[in-house]
């Protein structure tokens, strides 16, 4: 028997005083390439005696979602392709509706809370499916599972619509909404805002080189691979972790004089430690360039920045490159994060550069490459409360990548959740031990 049961299946309409773009909204350059990689999924666990009735989260979820589809409306709509232009785009209509997934399950929730280590079988269905395979498809779709003293919120999102950033504005408004209140930031979605080289047309080519086939969509090979095959592990560091790390790479600067351009963000230094880890664990030689790509939020970047409450795609890719020789050296530490921030400092020189030279790089040392998603500035755990306190654990689904890293902010709002995905269980082992290792040894 499966551990999660689908026991109903229902729609939540989008309010009809709603104000609905009155075109579709295309996707921009930075949205187009996510058209072929398109599930952004994440799971909330909550659990603990002070649980209300789960007809009563029900309720409370699908009306606290029809309202929050009054400001959210794209996100009820189709994205489409749009044969006359070679563009893809959302498409609304006073029809709009979410899909609202119930479901239950016997597995015990606190253990998937808890436990270090996932259980990718139970947690790949407490989010609902949606095939994304073939446009129009749904943008938005949200699942509800009853636990024996728990329940689980997961949300499945098409990526080409909705960044970190935009998924955590939705579920924040929603939760705020939930709790009878009513939300602080105003949703935009309008694409003009988004200032970029090429316009139209440079999304337009990114769709003839990554999807020929529209409306047809072929993701790469890795993504449709079985994610169950993969091991993750979730460890968070406190905050005295994260200041331990800090001071440590700022005394090795200072001991081998070559010292930091400016003070290590937490992000920086939680990067450098997973990417050290990740090159030790592997069996590189130590010539090979090992890679570390990350993406970052570049909304008030941009020249005119973009409103933070804009809802799309506003990313642009990060890519550094080391021998494995230094990530295996006394000081890599040092090295990966000055490296991290150099990265850092060449992108805010040229936020709009989408860098599309890096993708033929990064496919041709996908074994060799480490991918950070999420960002420890995310305080999911903060904004997740729909009335019945924070989560005890949210985690994404889609890690699609062996030596992928997830970030968000710890529960505790000051540390950092730090979930990894391997396909080695030896290598995850490794990597565990090295993580701790370097974390407590300084």
């Known amino acids: 028997m499966s551990p999660v049961r689908v026991i109903d299946a229902s729609y939540v309409n989008v309010p009809a005083t709603a104000a609905l773009p009155r075109e579709p909204i295309k996707l921009t350059a930075m949205e187009a390439i996510w058209v072929t990689m398109p599930v952004l999924q994440h799971v909330l666990l909550y659990e603990g005696a002070h649980m209300p009735p ?7 979820l699908r009306s606290s979602l029809a309202v929050t589809l009054g400001s959210f409306a794209p996100l009820a709509g189709k994205l489409v392709h749009l044969k006359d232009t070679g563009d893809v785009a959302i498409s609304c ?5 979410v899909k609202f997934v119930v479901a239950e399950s016997d597995t015990d929730v606190r253990r998937l809370a808890l436990d270090e280590e996932h259980d990718l079988p139970v947690l790949e269905q407490l989010v609902p499916d949606v095939d994304m395979s073939e446009l129009p498809t749904a943008v938005l779709a949200v699942q509800a599972t009853r ?9 499945t999102v098409h990526h080409a619509v909705a960044d970190g950033r935009s998924l955590w504005t939705f579920v924040e408004a929603w939760a705020t909404a939930c709790r009878g209140e009513t939300p602080a930031l105003t949703p935009s979605f309008d694409r003009s805002l988004v200032k970029l080289p090429g316009g139209e047309e440079e999304a337009r080519s ?6 020929p086939n529209l409306p047809l969509v072929s993701p790469p090979p890795s993504f449709t691979e079985d994610r169950t095959r993969f091991t993750r592990r979730t460890f968070t560091l406190d905050m005295p972790d994260i200041q331990r790390l800090k001071q ?7 001991a081998l004089d070559a010292p930091l351009t400016r003070s290590p963000s937490s992000f920086v230094v939680v990067t450098a430690l997973a990417w050290t880890c990740f090159a030790r664990c592997k069996q590189f030689a130590l010539d090979d360039d090992v890679l570390l790509c ?27 490159m080391l021998p494995a020789r230094e990530l295996r050296s006394p000081r890599a530490l040092l090295t990966t994060a000055a490296a991290v921030q150099d990265e850092i400092l060449r992108m ?13 790089i990064m496919l041709a040392s996908w074994d060799r490459l480490m991918n950070v998603s999420g960002s420890t500035a995310f305080a999911a755990y903060d904004i997740a409360d729909f009335g019945w306190g924070k989560p005890r654990r949210t985690e994404p689904i889609r890690m699609n990548h062996d030596g992928q890293v997830a970030l968000m902010r710890g529960r505790d709002g000051l540390g950092v959740q730090v979930s990894v995905s391997l396909l080695q269980q030896a290598q995850m082992d490794e990597f565990k031990s090295l993580f701790l290792e370097l974390l407590h040894s300084n």
């Open 54 to 60: 789960f007809e009563d989260i029900l309720q409370a």
């Open 93 to 97: 209509s006073a029809s709009d509706s």
């Open 147 to 155: 636990f024996d003293g728990g329940v689980a919120v997961g949300v």
């Open 206 to 211: 990114i769709f003839r080189e990554w999807a």
């Open 248 to 254: 440590h790479i700022v005394h090795l600067g200072k």
């Open 294 to 320: 990350f993406l970052a939020d570049v909304r008030g970047r941009l020249d005119p920045p973009v409103d933070l409450g804009y809802i799309g795609v506003c990313l642009t890719r990060c890519l550094v």
């Open 348 to 360: 805010n020189r040229d936020p709009a550069n989408q860098q599309s030279h890096l993708t033929p």
